[in-house]
């Protein structure tokens, strides 16, 4: 799996949220098509193994349209089902290449560095850390000659029976791969599908990764996207995933980044596209500091809203943050 795996996921998602006006209302029609079916159905919580048949579909819909539509569920479930072949390929080309890890050599590993995660289960060695500590620093995108001794040596230095099975290996990764696509998914394919709201909406931004820092009043960082550079900014916008558990925190956070912007440049937008279950106290809370406090579903209306404003209606914003720091002067 791949970033641009991801990114073809969003634009699917980002394509379905307009058929179905925000997840809101899917037409008829939309239950005939599978991969649609899938990622609706799925962000509703149904496993994709267990999808009813199409004549079924609208009914399931209907019978869970109180549950929040998660994004997140919608591609984890498509995507997580895609990789299982994958991980199944790279298990048997790992055995088979090795005779079941009874002929291993600093070469093979070299040479075979994707092959990683197979090599840390069928040794044992359930974390990066700890396989680190052993061999030293190796990445399934290459993996040094003398790490790659080091880890034959290990592999084969192992006690008979000790080496896990295909089978077990396949479980013990399932749990790696969920965490994997658990992680892409909140960090790549949400922020994707804003990035995809506001190309549409014409606004002009720049990502995090495309500039240095947006200046605040005690320090300058940066935003996941400010819009239109960081020079001259007319908005902020964040992208947060949360749970429960942790909502609090990340709302106390997010709100002094944005009360340190706002209170630089006065007349600037702040946003936040959510997802996850975050409590209402919290989102609550952000209200009051962020001019827009919006669900990912609703990503394509604020950044319409953008475009007005960027447009010179005026009327979108909503807080004025004063906030300043000055030297005492007895």
Not at 106 to 113: K, L, Q, R, Y
């Amino acid at each position: 799996m791949n970033k641009q795996t991801l990114y073809q996921r969003a634009t699917e998602i980002i394509a379905i949220s307009k058929r179905t006006n925000s997840f809101a209302s899917p037409p008829d029609n939309i239950w005939q098509d599978e991969n649609a079916s899938q990622l609706l159905l799925g962000g509703l919580g149904y496993h994709i193994n267990q999808l009813p048949p199409t004549e079924r579909r609208k009914d399931s819909w209907l019978a869970r349209s109180a549950v929040t539509f998660s994004i997140e569920h919608a591609a984890k479930g498509v995507l997580y089902h895609r990789l299982q072949p994958f991980i199944v390929e790279i298990i048997e080309t790992a055995f088979a290449s090795t005779k079941g890890f009874s002929r291993v050599s600093p070469e093979w590993i070299h040479d075979n560095a994707h092959l990683l995660p197979v090599m840390m289960h069928a040794a044992g060695t359930f974390s990066k850390q700890e396989l680190k500590r052993l061999v030293g620093s190796v990445s399934d995108t290459g993996i040094s000659r003398p790490a790659s001794e080091r880890l034959a040596n290990l592999l084969l230095n192992l006690e008979p029976g000790v080496i896990a099975q295909p089978e077990q290996i396949l479980e013990r990764m399932k749990t790696t791969t969920e965490g994997i696509v658990r992680d892409l998914v909140g960090r790549l394919l949400l922020e994707e599908f804003v990035a995809s709201s506001l190309r549409d909406a014409r606004v002009p931004f720049r990502r995090e990764s495309e500039y240095e820092a947006l200046t605040g009043v005690v320090y300058n960082f940066r935003a996941d996207y400010v819009i239109p550079n960081e020079v001259e900014p007319l908005a902020f916008l964040e992208v947060r995933k949360s749970s429960a558990r942790h909502a609090s925190l990340y709302a106390k956070d997010k709100m002094f980044s944005a009360i340190n912007w706002k209170g630089r440049h006065t007349n600037c937008l702040g946003i936040i596209v959510v997802d996850g279950p975050w409590t209402e106290t919290s989102l609550d809370v952000m209200s009051r500091v962020f001019d827009y406090v919006v669900p990912i579903s609703k990503a394509g209306e604020v950044a319409r809203i953008i475009r007005r404003y960027l447009d010179g209606d005026k009327t979108v914003l909503r807080w004025l943050v004063r906030f300043r720091i000055d030297a005492h002067k007895p």
